[in-house]
């Protein structure tokens, strides 16, 4: 039984025996003249609301990209810099992906481009790959071909005209978070409040103005647009026509999301579970949930064809999902009628089932594709959450960085501050009380519902857009909560869902009959004036401050890493080979020019058991080993950083020597506790015996460059 169902048995309990078309016909009377015709002042109204309210989504749109570009230039004095320092402010993967847009405009045409990117030998030593198969960089292509045929190239620079792109997406996302909370709510004021918090939260729902070319920073405003659309989606009644154009909507946003980028599958996942959980709880109607299992299927295996069919896309989690769904609906019929014991065991069924059929399809999948590309991915998952402890060096990589760890508690104050964590709590608990009610009754099957007051109200909150919203921001919130770089994804649509709450009818009519203090001229009072009171604050607190941000002026400045670009600039051939940490190469590939070993785009099995082994200058290896192994790669120069030698900013056990070690059984230095299985190395730690010129590392290694941060060692050719 749908939520609308219940709202009619509750409107027929109160005496008025009303169905779904004749409570439009009502409503529409109002609008109606005594003698027949139509009242044209609803509808100079509706105009008016829209063009106000279409209005002012723009102009934030607008005010945010060029707010978050004037903080960029202000932080780094970027129109006053050099190239190289431009292109070392891109630091690690962000510098890697703007190589390749680089690279097509410096082609001698879009088709030498294209041809540099598919049989690509610069970005991993003796190996050619296919960068558009591995990285997701269609968009740096698009973003290359459209300058090169705009006559702009007079009045633009290439980067500006790259940076400039993403700050104007910047737009699109706060457009499409202000029409989701307003298509919420049904009033432009709540996507004004969703904009003010998403900008006076910036710290916490972007980082787009220090990391621009990160893949999230292209993909999140199409996740903001496709989530708006099914939003919309959801509404009853919608026209054919209507319907189709936002199923066409859902498509393209849902495709462009998954070409820019590679953790596309994994977000999809979790909004292909929020379907899942409320079509078995017969929240959302079933007939719209299928369009969107097909549409995510179609839009990601489209983006596998583009990817030259990427393995990591056909192994997803993903595919097999959909594909068990839909398999498990054609066996299993009739799931939603029965009395509830027996719609009980009909849901386990099919949740058993559909798990059974996503780990057999997934499996087989994996097993004829030989696929291994995520396996990473599950061996992180596997020791976060306790399934016991591993040596598995990358995922005790994963597991010491700060963006895979647990949200930190200081994210809630700030997010406090400014009134956004409790509006949030408050229509949180609201929303979810109210789906566990209609849940229940749509479960229970019940004609005849003993409802009160409070559970009318319970049913009119949860609309299916509603309620895709509400499970929407709880699954990714658990995501969020569990993995620190992903609350991104949260705490933006947390700015919609708080919004639509303080500025929705059906929230505030629970709030005010609970009390019994309801009237309609109260919650129209109290619908508006709560989020108008909190415009207030938020513009009284946080705009002062924002002024005074922009005001502040910084400059770029990292003498050595220019340093270091300019000497391998100079001093190197151009097919010089160069190993040395993964963020430190995204940098050198960037402004030099030259092949690496390695680089930060770590998901590929083989390139990260090559960047394991090119790490081994951090352990406690012999100058011999380091030497063969650096060869096998084709190494001619090796660039060596005090700043993970000497690392500090992790504990012991996280440091990326202590790492190494552990992985190669060796006991870690300094004081306290070792694994009993690990042994004293016979070796020193390289990075730190190589400096003193000892004759059985300088046999093997020259130094030709040094300065306070970096040492680069020359390889011998013939040893």
Known sequence: MKVIDIMTTIRHRKGIKVTEGAEDHLSQEKNVKPDGKVRSGGKLWKRLSLTVGGTVAISLGLLTSVYVATLH?????????????????????????????????????????????????????????????????????????????????????????????????????????????????????????????????????????????LRENWALPFFAVQIAAITYLFRSHLRPLHEKLTLLAVFISTFLFSLTWQFNQFMMLMQALVLFILDCLDILPTTKVTW?????????????VLQFFNSMILGSLLISFNVSVLLARTVQKNMKMGCL????????????????????VNNFIKKILNLESDEHIFKFLKAKFGFGATRDFDANLYLCEEAFGLLPFNTFTRLSD???FYAYLFVLLLMATAAAVVAFQNLSGSANIQSTDKMEICTIVLKPG????????????????????????WTSHMCVFASFGLCSTEVWGFVLKSVRLYTPQRLCVI??????????????????????????????????????????????????????????????????????????????KSLRERTKQVYQVYAKRSPEDVYSILRSFGTNYVIL???????????????????????????????????????????????????????????????????????????AKHK
């Open 341 to 360: 014991l027996n719609r009980l065991g009909k849901l386990f069924f099919h949740v058993l089932l559909v798990l059974c059929l996503t780990l057999l």
């Open 466 to 489: 509603a309620a895709y919203n509400l499970m929407h921001t709880i699954l990714f919130g658990c995501l969020a909560l569990s993995t620190m770089r992903m609350k991104y994804l």
């Open 527 to 604: 619908r508006y004036l709560v989020p108008i009171i909190t415009l207030l604050y938020l513009s009284y607190k946080f705009c002062p401050g924002m002024m005074d941000e922009l005001s502040e002026l910084r400059e770029f400045y990292d003498p050595d890493t220019v340093e270091l670009m300019n000497w391998i600039k100079s001093n190197t051939p151009k097919k010089a080979v160069i190993a040395g940490s993964m963020q430190l190469l995204a940098g050198v590939k960037l402004c030099t020019g030259r092949i690496l070993t390695n680089h930060p785009h770590y998901e590929d």
């Open 73 to 213: 230039e202000n932080d780094l004095w970027f129109s006053n810099i050099k190239e190289v320092e431009r292109e070392i402010s891109f630091r690690t993967e962000c510098g890697l992906y703007y190589s390749y847009y680089k690279e097509m405009l410096q082609a001698t045409s879009i088709q030498q481009g294209l041809h540099g990117l598919i049989y690509d030998n610069k970005t991993e030593s003796l190996r050619t790959i296919n960068i558009l198969e591995r990285m997701n960089v269609y968009q740096e292509v698009f973003l290359s071909i459209l300058y090169r045929i705009l006559p702009i190239q007079n009045y633009l620079e290439p980067v500006y005209f790259y940076i400039y792109t993403l700050f104007g997406l910047q737009a699109l996302y706060v457009i499409a978070l202000y029409v989701t909370s307003w298509l919420l709510s049904g009033t432009w004021l709540s996507g004004l409040l969703a904009a003010f918090w998403y900008i006076t939260n910036r710290i916490d729902t972007t980082r787009v103005e220090f990391t621009i070319p």
């Open 641 to 715: 950083e005090d700043s993970i030698c000497y690392e500090r900013r992790h504990s012991r056990g996280c440091r990326l020597r202590d790492l190494l070690d552990i992985a190669n059984g060796h006991i870690m230095d300094g004081l306290g506790e070792n694994e009993p299985e690990l042994k004293a190395s016979l070796y020193p730690r390289f990075c730190e015996e190589i400096k003193k010129n000892v004759s059985s590392y300088s046999m093997y290694f020259t130094r030709v460059f040094q300065n306070k941060t970096f040492h680069v060692y020359k390889l």
């Open 418 to 420: 400014t009134l956004l």
């Open 292 to 304: 969107l299992y097909i549409i995510q299927l179609t839009g990601i295996l489209l983006v596998c």
